[in-house]
T-cell receptor
């Protein structure tokens, strides 16, 4: 199993819908998790971090972590065309705190 | 507070030329990283520096060298550029310890002809 895997997409949702992005991970990256948003031609921007089981909400974004099932997800409520971007999932584990990134999921929100 | 800065933004090299990519952070972070991003390959770690005075290889270190000049600055050097090194290069910094979010610079788009 790859250390961090994302559903490859692309994902297309209508404006106002909920976009759901998912990520699974291996035992090697089981401590902390992060979601980054990357617009085309730009650098990754941190939007959420989650360290413990359960949900974490920040505005329209909710990160969910389930360590028993080894998955982490990002929900975007009331999706806007400005949310159209590639979303990267990242995890870290062990003592060196390096991040391992998934390959990303391209989200398109259609007006 | 500029965060993470990188220079240059764009560069075109001929095969065999050398160059150094510069990265600086003003967040007093301990760890710094160099990644490359290629279509379909995601972000791949080239080298990292967990703290001032230390550097370690990442996933794809061949053809690169790094220098952690001080706590703020971490440079990436291509000694003899090859077309396979055409990519977008990102520098990132991380506070370290239990706070391991990484923050990225704007990137350098490098083309090797």
């Amino acid at each position: 199993q790859k250390e961090v895997e994302q559903n490859s997409g692309p994902l297309s949702v209508p404006e106002g819908a909920i976009a759901s992005l998912n990520c699974t991970y291996s035992d090697r990256v089981s401590q902390s998790f992060f979601w980054y948003r990357q617009y085309s031609g730009k650098s990754p921007e941190l939007i959420m971090s989650i360290y413990s089981n359960g949900d974490k909400e920040d505005g329209r974004f909710t990160a969910q972590l389930n360590k028993a099932s080894q998955y982490v997800s990002l929900l975007i409520r009331d999706s806007q065309p400005s949310d159209s971007a590639t979303y990267l999932c990242a995890g870290s584990g062990g003592s060196n705190y390096k991040l391992t990134f998934g390959k990303g999921t391209l989200l398109t929100v259609n007006p | 507070n500029a965060g993470v800065t990188q220079t240059p933004k764009f560069q075109v090299l001929k095969t065999g030329q050398s160059m150094t990519l510069q990265c600086a952070q003003d967040m007093n972070h301990n760890s710094m990283y160099w990644y490359r991003q290629d279509p379909g390959m995601g972000l791949r770690l080239i080298y990292y520096s967990a703290s001032e005075g230390t550097t370690d290889k990442g996933e794809v270190p061949n053809g690169y060298n790094v220098s952690r000049l001080n706590k703020r600055e971490f440079s990436l050097r291509l000694e003899s550029a090859a077309p396979s090194q055409t990519s977008v290069y990102f520098c990132a910094s991380q506070r370290g310890g239990t706070y391991n979010e990484q923050f990225f610079g704007p990137g350098t788009r490098l083309t090797v002809l």
